[in-house]
């Protein structure tokens, strides 16, 4: 390894063009029809985040790492 940081996403409110807001949709679709989740948990999940947002109750964070090899 010859290289690594720290990538941090942070997303302290409901911005409609922010990361987190943007993959709820995907994140939905994604889960839509697995076991025990249906689209009204979904849409109910997606509002709920909705609202936080603004109530100013809302929060995102996620860490992503990367690192860097050479081959020998």
């Given at each position: 390894?010859?290289g690594?940081?720290?990538?941090?996403?942070?997303?302290?409110?409901h911005?409609?063009?922010?990361?987190?807001?943007?993959i709820?949709?995907?994140?939905?679709?994604?889960?839509?029809?697995r076991?025990?989740?249906?689209?009204?948990d979904?849409?109910?999940?997606?509002?709920?985040?909705?609202e936080?947002?603004?109530?100013?109750?809302?929060?995102?964070?996620?860490?992503?790492?990367?690192?860097?090899?050479?081959?020998?």
């Open positions: 390894m010859t690594r940081s720290l990538i941090p996403l942070f997303n302290p409110t911005d409609q063009d922010a990361y987190s807001a943007l709820m949709g995907m994140i939905g679709r994604l889960v839509t029809g076991p025990g989740i249906t689209s009204v979904v849409d109910a999940w997606m509002a709920d985040l909705r936080r947002g603004a109530d100013d109750d809302y929060l995102f964070s996620v860490n992503r790492y990367c690192f860097v090899a050479a081959a020998e």
